[in-house]
């Protein structure tokens, strides 16, 4: 992920730049950039293990990202997002219409809830992360996800139907979690297999991976 030099407009708020704390490769790390990005906010990235003492005094829970932001710290995506989305001018990325609202709230549910969970340590984790770290795959963990994998790019598939954004007429936070979501997916063998027979999705990710939000947050092929 890159640091982007352009600065925020706000809402009469003195916002400076936001600091991102999480690891160079992370989905809710490149949500929160991808975010920031679409939003035109200056941010910078501190590489970070969630692991560390230093990281659990951020976030009890350990997880990444914590964000700094006018000398407040925020965690969970979900907070950071609507945070940004809110406090910054800039596009809106949460809709103004309460049914749409809710329904980009469902597919964000989706992603924190299923899809990221089942992606992560089912496949992702196993198929990528391990190797990395000098561990074997586990293919039995693999395998048993895929079903479940199967089933839950189905229902995004089935949600792209004659749309060009899943919860409105225009990109929403709801979008860019599923996209950070997907793309690690697809830096898999058996993600790209099931993303090819899913043109719907597969269309909505090329548009989206054209924008300069997902282009400056791209991780490393391989
Ligand atoms: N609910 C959290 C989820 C964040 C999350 O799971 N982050 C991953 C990195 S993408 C993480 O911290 N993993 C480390 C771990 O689970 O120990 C959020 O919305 O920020």
């Known amino acids: 992920m890159v640091h982007v030099s352009k600065p925020a407009e706000t809402k009469g708020?003195?916002?400076?730049?936001?600091?991102?704390?999480?690891?160079?490769?992370?989905?809710?790390?490149?949500i929160v950039a991808m975010v920031a990005i679409e939003k035109g906010i200056d941010w910078s990235l501190v590489p970070t293990d969630s692991s560390s003492a230093e990281h659990i005094s951020r976030h009890p829970f350990g997880k990444t990202p914590a964000v700094e932001v006018n000398g407040?710290?925020?965690?969970?995506?979900?907070?950071?997002c609507r945070y940004l989305d809110d406090a910054y001018d800039g596009p809106a990325l949460v809709p103004e219409d309460p049914l749409e609202r809710a329904e980009m709230t469902k597919w964000m549910s989706f992603v924190q809830a299923y899809m990221f969970p089942t992606t992560e340590f089912g496949l992702v984790m196993p198929r990528l992360v391990a190797p990395m770290m000098g561990r074997p795959v586990d293919e039995s963990r693999v395998q048993k996800s895929l079903p479940t994998i199967q089933y839950q790019l189905g229902l995004l598939e089935a949600?792209?139907?004659?749309?060009?954004?899943?919860?409105?007429?225009?990109?929403?936070?709801?979008?860019?979690?599923?996209?950070?979501?997907?793309?690690?997916?697809?830096?898999?063998?058996?993600?790209?297999?099931?993303?090819?027979?899913?043109?719907?999705?597969?269309?909505?990710?090329?548009f989206l991976a054209s924008r300069e939000s997902a282009r400056r947050t791209a991780w490393p092929e391989g």
């Open 13 to 30: 708020l003195n916002l400076s730049e936001i600091t991102i704390y999480a690891a160079e490769v992370s989905t809710f790390g490149r």
């Open 72 to 80: 407040h710290l925020l965690i969970e995506s979900d907070a950071i």
């Open 159 to 206: 949600g792209l139907a004659d749309r060009a954004f899943v919860a409105s007429e225009r990109l929403t936070l709801a979008d860019i979690y599923l996209f950070c979501t997907w793309m690690a997916v697809a830096h898999t063998e058996e993600g790209k297999v099931m993303l090819h027979h899913s043109p719907n999705v597969t269309r909505w990710m090329s």
